[in-house]
């Protein structure tokens, strides 16, 4: 069976929860629309537990933009896999650039607060895969190693840092995201060649990696200032699987017609 398409929102810090759940609405309908494309909502923790009552037994399914590896004990103001379960989540975001303190434009400060690293992401990979999530690992480039030619080199180091600690049967439920860090929401989306591009060449990665049939499973998403108005040669590509939305995901409209291209 062919890889169904995969389109996630993630909103971020954005939204309380009414405003989460009037957004949710209108996903719904565009979901119902497209049923062949799998829709994925990430709001906020605080979110979780209403949207996830939202969302039962709809075809939209919950994902979380974090989370900590450890099941339960003395963490102040982290959330475990088991909580997410708890929540309804199936899915979660993990190793997004922001949280490893990689930003594309205008650096929060003090820059430090955001400190994911390959080693911490790869416990957090274990721990979803482990408690039967599925994680949207989220690989990409920074500015200055794409223009000092090493893009290939640091996708490929994150990749297999990140599946260090899952055995290859494992993987086959993941999904990536190709995200270059310079084109998270700085408006400079990736030329779709160079994405799929990209795509394919984490798929031969995770193959090579996992030593196993995974790579041809795993779904790998665009993520990078994907609108309305550019998504459609992105999906144009059979590499690419779907999308990782953030700033387009916040408004109805913009998100329906992302749902309905891919
Ligand atoms: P953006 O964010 O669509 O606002 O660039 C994408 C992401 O961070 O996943």
């Not at 929860?17 to 996903?27: D, I, K, Q, R, S």
């Not at 494992?170 to 989306?189: F, H, R």
């Not at 984490?202 to 049939?213: E, G, M, N, P």
């Not at 144009?236 to 700033?247: I, M, N, Q, R, T």
Request: glycine share 8%.
């Amino acid at each position: 069976m062919g890889r169904r398409r995969l389109v996630v929102a993630n909103w971020k810090m954005n939204l309380t929860t009414p405003e989460g759940c009037g957004l949710v609405e209108a996903v719904l309908g565009m979901a119902k629309r497209r049923s062949e494309v799998d829709v994925v909502v990430c709001p906020s923790f605080v979110s979780l537990q209403p949207l996830g009552r939202s969302l039962a037994h709809t075809p939209v399914s919950l994902g979380a933009q974090d989370v900590f590896w450890l099941e339960n004990g003395a963490y102040t103001g982290q959330v475990s896999t088991r909580m997410l379960v708890d929540s309804g989540c199936t899915y979660c975001i993990v190793g997004h650039s922001e949280a490893r303190g990689r930003f594309g434009s205008e650096p929060p400060n003090p820059l430090s607060y955001f400190s994911d690293t390959d080693e911490t992401v790869a416990m957090k990979v274990s721990a979803l895969v482990y408690a039967n999530i599925t994680p949207i690992l989220c690989v990409g480039e920074s500015e200055d190693e794409r223009g000092a030619e090493r893009t290939d080199e640091v996708v490929a180091e994150q990749l297999a840092k990140a599946l260090g600690r899952v055995a290859p049967e494992e993987c086959s439920n993941l999904a990536i995201a190709y995200e270059p860090v310079w084109a998270i929401g700085t408006g400079k989306v990736c030329d779709h060649d160079e994405a799929a591009r990209m795509c394919s060449f984490i798929r031969d990665k995770v193959t090579l990696i996992t030593d196993s049939a995974c790579g041809n499973q795993v779904r790998v998403l665009y993520g990078g200032s994907l609108k309305a108005s550019n998504c459609a040669e992105i999906f144009a590509h059979k590499e690419v699987d779907g999308a990782l939305v953030g700033g387009a995901s916040l408004l109805a409209q913009e998100f329906a017609k992302i749902v309905l291209s891919a």
